[in-house]
């Protein structure tokens, strides 16, 4: 097979998607992750839980595939509002570091008119390489 399905243990499935593809040669790929618990359930409703949540969340993926966020090579936001985030950037970075620690992978951010979900505030996606043994 040339890849494998990543499905954290305990998540609700994805409904037309996989949460995480890795490939043989390590490169795993995260789909886009909103602010949302594995049971697909909203907690938070402000920007920073949301972000929180979704970082968790690809901090999950990755971890089910064998590796550490050490491992994550790009992270892609999409945001809803600019000025929300811009507005937080001082707990955006707390928020991150709690989650992700001091790495730094390359990252875009792209500000859109809404997400599928319409209570998400933010979905981020990620790709990853994990040596593989």
């Known amino acids: 097979m040339a890849h494998r399905i990543i499905q954290p243990e305990g998540w609700l499935p994805a409904k037309g998607y996989a949460n995480g593809v890795l490939s043989k040669d390590g490169h795993l790929y995260v789909g886009g992750q909103i602010g949302w618990t594995a ?5 938070a409703h402000d920007f920073i839980g949301q972000m929180r949540q979704a970082l968790m969340n690809i901090r999950e993926v990755v971890e089910a595939a064998g590796g550490t966020p050490e ?34 992978p390359a990252m875009a951010m792209v500000v859109v008119a809404g997400l599928v979900e319409d209570e998400a505030r933010v979905e981020i996606e990620a790709t990853a390489h994990i040596a593989q043994a």
Request: net charge neutral.
């Open 39 to 43: 049971q697909q359930v909203f907690e």
């Open 71 to 104: 491992d994550i090579t790009r992270l892609t936001w999409y945001v809803t509002d600019k000025k929300e985030y811009l507005a937080a950037q001082a707990d955006v970075g707390r928020a991150y570091r709690e989650v992700m620690g001091r790495h730094f």
